[in-house]
T-cell receptor, first 113, second 113 residues
Framework: GAGVSQSPSNKVTEKGKDVELRCDPI?????LYWYRQSLGQGLEFLIY????????KSGLPSDRFSAERTGGSVSTLTIQRTQQEDSAVYLC???????????FGPGTRLLVL | GEDVEQSLFLSVREGDSSVINCTYT??????LYWYKQEPGAGLQLLTY?????DMKQDQRLTVLLNKKDKHLSLRIADTQTGDSAIYFC?????????????FGQGTELSVKP
């Protein structure tokens, strides 16, 4: 595809359930980022992947959050035992490399009841 | 510390110019970005400026950078109702290996006919 795609576009879940969010980066982009956008915190960095290097997980808010990137392309962000404060828009971005311009997907809107 | 500041709201009349301001903290940031977010959508890259430039013009958009004061502005000429959105400035500090973006809170631009 031409841009970054994310699925699902919306997700409603019950507190305590696990969720998986998917990101397909732009073809050829080696860097992939996850951000979270919430009312109280604005836009926050979560995790970053660059090629085969170890990911930068410094932005993950708790050990309930994890992410992987298979084959250097698609990434999945997993939130275990969801809490109401996890409700937010989760945005994925990709770039040709680190320090290059980042292009964002449309986001996944997560609501935890 | 890392902190990017923007005013939260701006209201203009259609046809007027809009100026959205941003201050950042890391004087060694290599790139500074402006993104636009329409309701329910992801972030759309509008423009960016390299830190060794003081001005960049792209059609109706003009970016001014004052490195001494760490001040960035985005001017939209002949503002249209379709420009109504939230505008985010972001910096990419060079010390940060991953190139994660540090975002401001966003400025909500309202364009009145």
């Amino acid at each position: 595809g031409a841009g970054v795609s994310q699925s699902p576009s919306n997700k409603v879940t019950e507190k305590g359930k696990d969720v998986e969010l998917r990101c397909d980066p732009i073809s050829g982009h080696t860097a992939l980022y996850w951000y979270r956008q919430s009312l109280g915190q604005g836009l926050e960095f979560l995790i970053y992947f660059q090629g085969n290097s170890a990911p930068d997980k410094s932005g993950l808010p708790s050990d309930r959050f994890s992410a992987e990137r298979t084959g250097g392309s698609v990434s999945t962000l997993t939130i275990q035992r969801t809490q109401q404060e996890d409700s937010a828009v989760y945005l994925c971005a990709s770039s040709f490399g680190s320090q290059e311009t980042q292009y964002f997907g449309p986001g996944t809107r997560l609501l935890v009841l | 510390g890392e902190d990017v500041e923007q005013s939260l709201f701006l209201s203009v009349r259609e046809g007027d110019s809009s100026v959205i301001n941003c201050t950042y903290t890391d004087s060694s940031s290599t790139y500074l970005y402006w993104y636009k977010q329409e309701p329910g959508a992801g972030l759309q890259l509008l423009t960016y400026i390299f830190s060794n430039m003081d001005m960049k013009q792209d059609q109706r958009l003009t970016v001014l950078l004052n490195k001494k004061d760490k001040h960035l502005s985005l001017r939209i000429a002949d503002t249209q109702t379709g420009d109504s959105a939230i505008y985010f400035c972001a910096e990419s500090p060079p010390y940060n290996q991953g190139g994660k973006l540090i975002f401001g809170q966003g400025t909500e631009l309202s364009v009145k006919p």
